[in-house]
């Protein structure tokens, strides 16, 4: 038995979370790609089913009340705060992350005032958040300008209103620095609003210890709510009463039901739903973050770091030299819950290694990319994946 | 047995969609609030557990393609075009009713053109319709201006860019006259942008036939998606090429995952997606759609008129002149599929309604609303559903 596989064995054995595997449907693949589309968490399929049959097929229009279907969006984000380290009611669940990045940009550049007239956002960011962040400048009137996380200190002005930045880049999987990055914002009298979708349920946030002021995240990653399960958005408690969002819908109301033709909104996280919540992704959701219970986020990174830190000896072990190239940084303060890998063949390599059972995913033109679930993630699983990658690398 | 009871027999016997009621779960309630929620397709719960089990659970991340997930918006959306008389590729299903609105709406003042200043409102719409017009209005600098939709000819100038008007109002149960009213928008150069979720599925819309510009709707009441499934939008097909949506997520864009930094909007109806789908949500829609299946939209209108007069009838039979007035027009042109009843007390007559498995809703102040499903609701129901109102009503 190689060093490496006993490693695996010692590392497994002392793994405290080890046990939260069984709370998922697993099989012998491994699922190195939680962070695209977390696996299913055992308690959905029959919270799901219960959704449909009973509270939408029995109970029907009585669920929105006595089902709690009405209040699903603010339950569920209090369910996500303490994952991000938010205090209660400052978080609402609803609609997709992009429809988010639009609600938090615009009302940040609101809340900032008119004579700043300038958003920065993240040059290396996942696309649809500059493309959104586009549409927000151009219907606020503010000038966008793409700046990478480290220009951004020297880059924030008098004019910055906004600056939208990636906790993790879904690409590298480099965390940046967001309690310097948020202070530096704040500093410039700007605001910082941050997407979570590559960070929240890997590593702490820190959202309320930051004083971060906006920010959106989507759920069906790390946090394992299903496909397409709806994203969230946070509103610092003080900026609350002042959040204008671009889209008031009657659910944000004061008085939903009083169907009022003058929108009044309502106060607190709520303010930030739009229309009718999809109950049965947003319910799934409900249900997958039960796995949570009892599980400390500090827990959860040093599991992740553990993962990422026995991958890179496993590649650097079999994989030979020069073959592949990491592009997540070593040091732990700059790295996310996922593994980056560059080599010139990685569609084709990543094919392989699906044949083979180790999922990971490829990122155009030349990346692989390798997520590490501290849930339900062995080390024996990263040996593996480590190990049918070099076979894979020296057959290609 | 009385005339009523022995008429609702025969209607019922000759009833060419009674076998559709055994497509649904169905129990002795009489539930005529279908306008609000639709019962339970009998083949939805089967279909969820698939997409949960196998394609989330054992597919997992491969579920994007092997299991259509990627295209669930635009194929779900040529299911719905038929019912709404809209040929393929031009219906995109997905998000809220209301963030549906905002695209449409915004993108018809952007393809009106800058020197048209004005967005006309159905000032008795919906209320989450008039917010986000507002909404639209303050982003896109426009004024907007609340009329009803008998005013809109009159008010219709050089300035109007686009209208937005429901077909049905969903208070009133009145049906607007879509042809006329899209006719006279186009005729002043504006963009015609019609709300169908009191219409779709309980009667013909004829969206190509009319010339109707842009359109949005749900797809949980007459379709019975299930609670909160998304919405949709219709971009009419020579408009697609200048449509240009306010929230330009990475879903629309011409080459998804090439994650380009700059934003090229796709062609066809796909340019209003946003981000990541609610798969959950989607696929359930796309089960529900299936009850769909060789029915004529032409026979849903058919049944969905006998229904309405026959509760009419029902009523002036059993209920003491004066209790209640109707609200619906009795012509049936400007019929929708429910009839809505004002009386002073119509929170507790709804209240005790319920309680005796007659399930319509109340809204606030004094209005009793009745929705008729034209596939699971038949004429013994409606005859039940008055007669036990006209108990309620002189118990109260």
């Not at 700043?116 to 996942?126: C, G, K, P, S």
């Not at 990636?166 to 590298?172: C, E, I, K, L, T």
Request: glycine share 10%.
């Amino acid at each position: 038995m190689s060093e490496l596989v006993m490693r695996a064995e010692k590392l497994d054995a002392a793994d405290e979370l080890r046990g939260k595997r069984d709370g998922f449907v697993l099989d012998e693949v491994v699922y190195l790609d939680g962070n695209s589309l977390g696996a299913l968490p055992a308690v959905v399929p029959g919270r799901v089913e219960d959704v449909v049959r009973r509270q939408w097929g029995e109970l029907r229009i009585r669920s929105w009340e006595e089902s709690g279907w009405w209040t699903a969006p603010e339950r569920i984000g209090d369910r996500i705060a303490p994952l991000v380290g938010a205090a209660p009611g400052q978080i609402v669940v609803g609609d997709s992350t992009s429809v988010n990045v639009f609600k938090a940009l615009v009302g940040a550049v609101r809340l900032a005032g008119d004579d700043r007239d300038e958003i920065l956002v993240d040059a290396t960011t996942f696309p649809t958040d500059g493309y959104i962040a586009e549409s927000a400048a151009r219907m606020t009137g503010r000038t966008l300008r793409p700046v990478t996380p480290a220009e951004v200190p020297g880059a924030l002005s008098g004019r910055t209103a906004a600056v939208l930045l990636n906790h993790v880049d879904y690409r590298s999987g480099r965390l940046h620095d967001l309690p310097s990055l948020t202070a530096a914002v704040r500093e410039a009298g700007a605001l910082a609003v941050w997407d979570l979708c590559h960070s929240a349920g890997a590593l702490p946030v820190g959202l309320d210890e930051h004083g971060v002021d906006l920010a959106v995240g989507c759920t069906y990653k790390y946090l394992n709510g299903g496909p397409g399960s709806p994203a969230y958005l946070y509103v610092r408690r003080e900026l609350q009463d002042r959040f204008d969002s671009p889209l008031p819908g009657w659910n944000s109301h004061t008085e939903p039901f009083g169907m009022r033709p003058a929108y009044e909104p309502a106060s607190g996280a709520l303010r930030g739903r739009v229309g009718t919540p999809d109950i049965l992704s947003m319910l799934a959701l409900e249900a997958a973050l039960e796995v949570w219970d009892g599980v400390p986020v500090e827990g959860v990174r040093a599991k992740s770091l553990a993962l990422t830190d026995f991958f890179l000896d496993c590649v650097a072990e079999y994989v030979p030299e020069g073959r592949v190239e990491c592009l997540t940084p070593v040091a732990h303060a700059e790295r996310g819950s996922q593994i980056a890998l560059r080599c010139d063949d990685a569609g084709e390599v990543m094919k392989r290694l699906i044949e083979r059972g180790v999922v990971g995913d490829f990122r155009a033109p030349d990346v692989l990319r390798f997520g590490f679930t501290p849930l339900y993630v062995g080390f024996a699983d990263v040996e593996r994946a480590a190990r049918v990658l070099a076979e894979t690398l020296s057959l290609a």
